[in-house]
Every structure is written in C-alpha cells, then in structure tokens.
C-alpha cells in the first residue's frame, strides 16, 4: 500500500520551532522531488519548498526563506521540513507530496499525505 506520512506538527509560540516529517511505504523516494504545502482554512493551498530527487535543488516561497529548510534522507525514504522562526501566519495544515519535477505547482504532485496541524499562537 502506498503511503506517505505526515508528521511533527503542533502547537508553537511565535518565534518558536518544529520539524515536520514526511514518511514514505509501499513506494521508492529516490526518483522523486517531494514538495511541502500548506493550507490555512478559507485559503487555497500554497507552495511552501520542495526539493529533488537528489536534493542538490531546492525551492521556498518568499515567505518562508530563512526560515524553513528542506533535506530528505532517501535510505530512509523521509523528507523533512525544519521551521523556524515561526509566524502566527504559518498556521495551516502542511501536507507533503511526490512529483516528477521540482516545482510549486499542487496540480503536478501525487501520493499526497494526510497532512498535519501547525498552529502558531500566542
């Protein structure tokens, strides 16, 4: 069964961190770019960073560089997505996906996780 996993999120004060984790089963990482997305409630759903099958390219929006960082550890089949320097702004759900290429386009991504809950509170 193909399944990719999202996990890490939380609840955090601004300013504060979290790593999330993308776990894959069933199916080989290696040849794939994997992209983080986020979806705040009411909003449609945004590109956050991604990264190639071989991480030696990587993709933020504006709004998170500096601040998140993407890496993969292809043995392990698992992406992850470092944040810091959180904003109440970053409050969403982050899902992470599978596509042939690098890009921030949702529309070219596969085998999408379920998602999990980032708030960003004081």
């Known amino acids: 069964q193909v399944q990719f996993v999202a996990s890490g999120g939380g609840s955090v004060q601004p300013g504060g961190s979290l790593r999330l984790s993308c776990a894959a089963s069933?199916?080989?990482?290696?040849?794939?770019?994997v992209g983080w997305f986020r979806q705040a409630p009411g909003k449609e759903r945004e590109g956050v960073s991604c990264?190639?099958?071989?991480?030696?390219?990587?993709y933020y929006d504006d709004s998170v560089k500096g601040r998140f960082t993407i890496s993969r550890d292809n043995a392990e089949s698992t992406v992850y997505l470092q944040m810091n320097i959180l904003k109440p702004e970053d409050t969403a759900v982050y899902y992470c996906?599978?596509?042939?290429?690098?890009?921030?386009?949702?529309?070219?991504?596969?085998?999408w996780g379920q998602g999990t809950q980032v708030t960003v509170s004081s």
């Open positions: 996906a599978t596509s042939w290429a690098i890009t921030n386009l949702p529309t070219s991504y596969v085998n």
């Open positions: 069933g199916f080989s990482l290696d040849d794939y770019a």
């Open positions: 990264i190639n099958h071989s991480a030696d390219s990587t």
